[in-house]
């Protein structure tokens, strides 16, 4: 007996609705492998409506005063928390991840995030008016840039929307929102909550694939086009938007070295790495999977590391002892594999290194050993549950090997030498350097890379001030 499917619709302009031909895609939990919705397959006419509802409902929105903003956005995260249960529900659907590390590591940043962003509102600042030629006075206005066009990813659904619509919303702009065709259900969710408090046209969401997303860069309406995304989807955006010379935001992969040093805490340092390398599945552009380990006590940290890996469980969101839930969709999980079945025969699998279960698209804590630096597994994102291991000699061979990569978004140093820490996080070229630590964000920080991990910053009044332009108003003292 088969299970009718739920169906997920389209948000546009203040009401839900099918694709304009009636198309649609399935919808899978990667923790069993089975379809649970449909989700629309949007086409030209629903990109179309999307962008125009959100270019009717600019002018209103972007009049309105900052603490206006600042109140809706305020009712947005009291509402979330009022409905945590449900967005856990959808998220959970989605993505595969535990129940409990959703409700606990998920909704209260998210909620945090969107009260910053409220604040942030009310905290638009430009250079000071002045007289820079005589009679004449100068002010600087910050405004909203337009309509913005935003595609979020499937390994944080529901947070990288609020990374989207929040600062976007705030800064008084009007967002069309495609979530991953792999996971809508969460932005459909978040379409209803903020429909009850948003005007009409303020925000929308478009499901659908990657052409979808092709159609929203590419329509003339869109005053910037901002991707959570891989290096080549974020490299079509900004090709795609360099035809009418639109903004781009684009925060993509990332490859983020973990330098330990020969006076770290092993133990300590054990605990934290193989937390934020395994937390997600590994599916995290911050992950800390790429360890560069101090050749002096290389051997005591696989060994300690490889415990810890193989104490780790991933299992169904309801198993309280999970870490982890399942990669996301079955290419995922053949590209994860992909990378073990390929390794080098220098190369050691000290743990790991298959699937788990018969269903759904889960894969083992995974420690690789005996790496070089220009093997395929150091060089590329591999967005799964396996970290890497390589021995380095001295400081200076450990900032070449950190640095030897084409991603530049995260990173982190363990030991205990405050000089060294300084030195490091100097040299080291990542948007993010943390020291004795690994993974935490805060709302306040700014998030975002260099080189192929994109530009533009999420979070933090940085990632505020990337949703408004400038513009120069000057005047004459005589009238």
């Not at 020291?435 to 964000?441: A, G, S």
Request: proline content about 6%.
């Amino acid at each position: 007996m088969s299970t009718e499917l739920r169906r997920l619709r389209n948000y546009i302009g203040g009401e839900f609705r099918d694709a304009a031909d009636g198309r649609t895609t399935e919808v899978v939990n990667p923790a069993t492998g089975e379809a649970y919705a449909t989700a629309p397959l949007s086409g030209p006419a629903d990109v179309d409506a999307a962008m125009a509802a959100a270019a009717a409902a600019f002018p209103g929105w972007r009049d309105t005063t900052p603490a206006a903003r600042q109140r809706a956005l305020l009712k947005i995260a009291d509402a979330f928390e009022e409905r945590a249960e449900e967005l856990i529900a959808a998220e959970v659907e989605n993505t595969g991840k535990p129940v409990g590390l959703t409700r606990d590591e998920e909704i209260p940043p998210m909620v945090d995030q969107i009260r910053f962003f409220a604040g942030a509102a009310r905290m638009l600042e430009g250079r000071s008016a002045g007289e820079y030629m005589d009679g004449l006075t100068s002010i600087v206005r910050r405004e909203p840039v337009g309509v913005c066009a935003q595609v979020a990813p499937w390994n944080y659904p529901m947070m990288m929307a609020v990374w989207k619509f929040a600062p976007a919303i705030a800064a008084g702009n009007t967002v069309v929102l495609k979530p991953s065709d792999t996971t809508p259900a969460s932005t459909v969710l978040i379409a209803d909550i903020l429909g009850s408090i948003l005007p009409e046209g303020v925000f929308n969401v478009v499901c659908g694939d990657r052409d979808t997303g092709r159609l929203m860069v590419e329509h003339p309406t869109p005053a910037m086009a901002s991707i959570t995304g891989s290096v080549r989807a974020g490299m079509s955006v900004a090709g795609s938007a360099a035809k009418d010379v639109k903004r781009v935001h684009l925060e993509l992969g990332g490859k983020a070295p973990v330098v330990v040093f020969e006076d770290t805490d092993i133990p300590k340092a054990v605990e934290g790495i193989s937390v934020a390398g395994y937390f997600n599945a590994g599916q995290d552009c911050t992950a800390a999977t790429r360890v560069l380990v101090q050749e002096s006590v290389h051997d005591e940290f696989v060994a300690a590391l490889a415990k810890a890996a193989a104490e780790t469980k991933t299992g169904l969101p309801d198993d309280e002892d999970v870490l982890y839930g399942p990669l996301n969709n079955p290419d995922q999980l053949a590209q994860v594999a992909g990378f073990i079945e390929r390794l080098p025969a220098h190369a050691k699998v000290e743990t790991g290194g298959h699937q788990v279960g018969e269903k759904g698209y889960f894969y083992a804590p995974t420690v690789v050993s005996g790496l070089r630096q220009d093997d395929e597994i150091v060089q590329k994102e591999v967005f799964g549950p396996v970290i890497t291991v390589q021995s380095f000699t001295d400081e200076d061979q450990a900032v070449e090997w950190a640095n030897g990569v084409e991603y530049a978004l995260a990173s982190s140093v363990w030991t205990k030498d405050h000089g060294r820490a300084m030195r490091m996080s100097k040299k080291l070229d990542f948007g993010c350097v943390w020291i004795n630590t690994h993974i935490p964000l805060v709302a306040e920080m700014p998030h975002g890379g260099f080189k192929r991990s994109g530009y533009g910053k999420d979070l933090s009044a940085y990632g505020f001030e990337d949703y408004t332009r400038i513009k120069h108003v000057m005047t004459s003292l005589d009238g």
